[in-house]
C-alpha cells in the first residue's frame, strides 16, 4: 500500500492495534475495578476487606441473592481479572458461570458487571454472551458489549448484522461511535463505507469518529473533518462542547492513527499542528510524528 491518501479495496495493515483501544472513546469502558467501587459507594458499601476467598468462591457468590453480597464478590473477582490470577484451565468453569450470571440476573448492573468481565478475558467462549448482550434491554449493557466485542481477535464469531444495526441507534451517538468503531476494528466490509455516511452526520462527535475510522482506510474525505479537529481550541466553555481534556485526547488520537498507517499526504496538517499547538502533549505527538512519516 502506498503512502498516499486512497480508497483502497483492502483495509488495514497486518494484526494492528485495535482502533477501540486508541480512539478517544476508549475512556469510556473504564476499567472494571473503578465502576464496581462507584457502584459499592451509592449502594452505601463504606469498607472493603480482603476475603480471602478465592476465584471459584466469588462466582459462586455472585448468585448470591442478596444485592450487597453479590457486589462485593464482583469487586474481589474483578482483583483476579486484573490481576490475571485465574488458571487456564479453570477459565471454562468461570465463563460458564459468569455467563448463567448474567442469564438469570433481573439487575442490569449485574450483567454490566459480567459483560465487562467477559469482555476483560478476550475468550471465544465468552462470545455466545457477548453477542446475546447485544440485545439487552439496557443501554449501558449494549454499549460495553459491543466495545468488548470490538476488542476480540479477528475473525471471532459476532453478530455483526446486531452491530451494523446500531449504528442508526438514533438518539444514541456514543453507540453508534463504538459500533462502527468494533467494525473498523475486524476490517468489517461494511465499516468505510458505514464511515463515509456518518461523516455528513449532524451530530458533530459522529463526524469526528468516522473521520478517524477513515485513516485507516487512508480515505481523503476524511481530511476537511481531521483538520477541524487538529484546529479545535481548548478553551471553550459553552455547555455541550467538548471540554480541554476531550479536545488533547482526540487530538492526540488523530495523530496517532496517522502516525500508525503513516499517511504522507498529511504531513504539513501535522507540521502545522507542531507548530501552533499550544498543548504540550499534543505537541509533542506532532513532532514524533513528524520524524515517523518523514522516514
Known amino acids: 500500500m502506498s503512502d498516499e491518501i486512497k480508497d483502497p479495496s483492502q483495509s488495514g495493515t497486518s494484526a494492528p492495534k485495535k482502533i477501540l483501544e486508541s480512539s478517544p472513546l476508549s475512556g469510556i ?3 472494571i475495578a473503578i465502576v464496581l467501587v462507584g457502584g459499592m459507594i451509592i449502594f ?3 469498607k472493603m476487606l480482603s476475603t480471602g476467598k478465592n476465584h471459584r468462591d466469588l462466582v459462586e457468590e455472585m448468585n448470591s441473592k442478596t444485592f450487597g453480597n453479590r457486589w462485593i464478590a464482583a469487586y474481589e473477582l474483578s482483583k483476579f481479572l486484573a ?4 488458571p487456564s484451565e479453570d477459565m471454562p468453569w468461570v465463563i460458564e458461570n459468569l455467563s448463567k450470571v448474567y442469564q438469570e440476573s433481573v ?3 449485574t450483567r454490566n458487571f459480567v459483560v465487562l468481565a467477559l469482555g476483560s478475558l478476550n475468550n471465544p467462549l465468552a462470545l455466545p454472551i457477548l453477542n446475546s448482550a447485544l440485545d439487552d434491554e439496557d443501554p449501558q449493557v449494549k454499549f460495553n458489549a459491543v466495545v468488548a466485542l470490538g476488542n476480540t481477535s479477528k475473525g471471532a464469531d459476532v453478530k455483526w448484522d446486531k452491530v451494523e444495526a446500531m449504528l442508526s441507534s438514533a438518539g444514541d451517538p456514543g453507540l453508534q461511535q463504538v459500533a462502527l468503531l468494533a467494525l473498523a476494528s475486524h476490517d468489517h466490509p461494511s465499516a468505510q463505507e458505514k464511515a463515509l455516511i456518518m461523516l455528513n452526520s449532524s451530530e458533530r462527535t459522529l463526524r469526528y469518529a ?3 475510522v477513515l485513516i485507516k482506510f487512508k480515505n481523503p474525505e476524511a481530511v476537511p473533518i481531521l483538520e477541524e479537529i487538529l484546529n479545535l481550541r481548548y478553551d471553550v466553555s459553552q455547555s455541550g462542547e467538548l471540554n480541554g481534556a476531550q479536545v488533547e485526547a482526540l487530538k492526540v488520537n488523530v ?3 496517522i502516525e500508525k498507517f503513516k499517511l504522507k499526504d498529511l504531513s504539513n496538517l501535522v507540521q502545522k499542528v507542531e507548530q501552533d499547538d499550544s498543548n504540550i502533549r499534543v505537541n509533542t505527538k506532532a513532532k514524533q510524528v ?3 512519516l518523514k522516514n
Not at 490481576?83 to 485465574?86: D, G, L, N
Open 83 to 86: 490481576a490475571q490470577k485465574i
Open 210 to 212: 468516522a473521520s478517524i
Open 44 to 46: 452505601g458499601v463504606t
Open 107 to 109: 439487575d442490569s448492573r
Open 290 to 292: 513528524l520524524k515517523v
Open 255 to 257: 495523530l496517532e492513527n
Open 29 to 31: 469502558a473504564v476499567p
